[in-house]
């Protein structure tokens, strides 16, 4: 029998959402070394441009790490096959002729375009690319921060 319940919330996560308490804190969790995944050059270009767009959005948030870059890939690449079969079955409409009968039956397609999209939102989550997974993170950006940021945050500070 499997585990009961929620997956633990691992201890950075638990950080960014502002636990302070040591007795919540594991500090023995391991931690994955900091820095980006590299691109992998086998990428098809359709992945790469999914890739892309993630690190864009991501990529300074510190959420994606090195260790994370396969995961990152299944998702990228669960992405085109989404596209792709989807594309295939607007095309081919939701029924096709049964090759062995001579009736429609429902286009294989659906599944291919479900199973992707069950892969997308598995790893999304994974990856903390929902807004689900996004809820009650807070953090420092690594980007550098805009002149209105900083100029709102002085304000802040002052007046505090």
């Known amino acids: 029998m499997g585990r ?8 950075p ?3 960014l959402r502002g636990e302070t308490r040591p007795s919540r804190l594991k500090p023995e969790t391991p931690a994955p070394v900091t820095g980006l995944p590299e691109t992998p050059d086998d990428l098809s270009p359709a992945a790469r441009t999914v890739w892309q767009r993630v690190m864009r959005a991501y990529g300074a948030t510190g959420v994606i790490t090195e260790a994370d870059g396969d995961g990152l890939r299944a998702y990228c690449e669960a992405v085109v096959r989404y596209v792709h079969a989807q594309k295939a079955l607007e095309a081919s409409g939701p029924l096709v002729r049964d090759a062995h009968r001579s009736g429609l039956v429902k286009n294989p397609l659906h599944q291919i375009v479900r ?10 989550r994974e990856l903390g690319l929902t807004p689900a997974a996004r809820v009650g993170l807070r953090g420092e950006s690594m980007a550098p921060a805009s002149p209105m940021t900083e100029f709102l ?7 505090a």
């Open 4 to 11: 009961r319940g929620p997956p633990p919330t691992p201890t």
């Open 13 to 15: 996560l638990r950080v």
């Open 115 to 124: 199973d992707n999209a069950e892969m997308m939102r598995a790893w999304a």
């Open 153 to 159: 945050a002085r304000g802040r500070r002052s007046s």
